[in-house]
């Protein structure tokens, strides 16, 4: 028996069986042709089956698939780290690998925290976003504001103490710091765009702030990259914009090809963990951390990324959405977010969008509302038309009355 996520078991509707995929397109077993609105949880930035990416996995898989980097190391994994080096911004150049987003978040909690009782300091609070999702482990749960960690391990000031939620306001900000600045280890923030918290777009005002105000207290500052990173929002990367101290990507580091995360750490934090003193060691190490066929997929992925254009690609969807959804009006729409490659149609009551998924794939495109959000995060290589007809599914579930 398979174990699906985020479902009721007893009452899971059966899943849709892919035989084969392409592109933007998912190929059913029972022979239908679905464009695919949500890149597999936003991973698959260059589409299915892309043929480079593919290539390049093969030629590894011929010399390994994997080998542990506890003693060992490789040349796939030492390219990508010189890689994301090179090409994140700032002094974000210290690479820590690991198999999943959450567990990045994760080590970049480990890492805030660690930095400072290596210094002798006993800040422990942590800082973060109200509807913040990071992950579903328990302290990417704790920092995140997701109902589900409340129905299912109680309630908020039983289990977190730890943490302090802030809207994404400057006077809430500026309270927070004024409040804790001496007690905060760091401040974590989905940037610019909050995914699984229900796709809520805010402005850069505020983590320009934000990172006055943890200069000013000593704080350090985590971008959890692991939606918003490779063109989500626009940007290549938001940290191109405000510079964090750590940074986390995931999802479409491999091109959404194999499940590999990393958090990439600035100088400072890097400085603070050398020491003659081996518990100032950073204690982590997931099995599968630097996996040569993910590194070979992200190395040829960030490549397609750059000689592709892709920030132009991202430019043209998000003036395509625009367009398309210019002045469309419902009465039942609380509001139309578009930001880059994503696009949220917020409805008034989640109830509104029953059975919206079944009528998305009777006319050919897969969709995976959640809550009141209707939402659409394509692979960057969709065609105009493919889009078209998304957007169009979109607003026709709302011309059909019901
Ligand atoms: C998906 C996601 C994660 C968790 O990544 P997994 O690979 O699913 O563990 C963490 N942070 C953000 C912002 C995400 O969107």
Redesign the pocket.
């Known amino acids: 028996m398979i174990w699906y996520p985020y479902a009721q078991m007893q009452t899971l509707a059966p899943p849709i069986q892919i035989r084969s995929a392409r592109g933007v397109h998912l190929y059913t077993e029972d022979g239908r042709d679905l464009i695919d609105s949500v890149s597999s ?1 936003w991973s698959v930035i260059h589409g299915y089956n892309n043929s480079e990416i593919n290539d390049a996995i093969k030629s590894q898989l011929d010399k390994f698939a994997h080998v542990m980097l506890g003693g060992l190391t490789h040349e796939p994994v030492q390219q990508l780290s010189d890689k994301l080096a090179a090409w994140l911004p700032g002094d974000l150049n210290y690479c820590f690998f690991s198999d ?4 990045a ?1 994760e080590v970049a909690l480990k890492m805030a925290l660690q930095f400072n009782t290596n210094r002798g300091s006993d800040r422990s609070l942590i800082l973060a976003l109200e509807h913040a ?4 482990t328990f302290k ?1 749960m704790e920092v995140g504001d997701d109902e589900d960690y409340y129905f299912a391990f109680g309630s908020s000031n039983e289990k977190k103490r730890g943490v302090v939620h802030i809207p994404t306001t400057i006077p809430a900000l500026e309270q927070a710091f004024a409040a804790y600045g001496d007690r905060l280890s760091c401040f974590i923030a ?1 940037p610019l765009l909050q ?2 918290g229900g796709m809520r777009m805010y402005d850069i005002s505020f983590l320009e702030r934000a990172r006055q105000l943890c200069d000013a207290h000593d704080v350090l500052l985590i971008f ?1 990259e ?2 918003t990173g490779f063109g989500r929002t626009g940007n290549r990367f938001v940290a191109d914009l405000v510079l964090p101290d750590i940074l986390v990507l ?2 479409a580091l491999t091109g959404g090809y194999i ?1 590999h ?1 990393v958090t990439v750490a600035n100088q400072r934090v890097w400085e603070g963990f050398l020491s003659d003193d081996p518990t100032h060691a950073l204690m982590h190490g997931p099995t599968f951390m630097g996996n040569a066929l993910a590194c070979t997929a992200a190395l040829k992925s960030i490549e397609l990324f750059e000689k592709g254009n892709y920030i132009e690609k991202i430019r043209r969807i998000e003036a395509v959405t625009r367009r398309e959804m210019q002045g469309f009006p419902s009465d039942k729409i609380r509001e139309i977010r578009i930001m880059g490659g994503c696009v949220c149609v917020e409805v008034t009551d989640a109830r509104y969008l029953d059975g919206f998924r079944e009528f998305a794939m009777e006319h050919g495109v897969f969709s995976r509302p959640f809550l009141q959000y209707m939402y659409a995060m394509v692979p960057y290589v969709i065609e105009e038309w493919e889009l078209v007809q998304i957007l169009d599914v979109m607003k026709a579930w709302f011309a059909v009355s019901r």
């Open positions: 949880w999943s987003g959450s567990v978040v999702y990071h992950g579903d990417a989905e995914g699984a959890d692991v939606a995931g999802k499940g995360a």
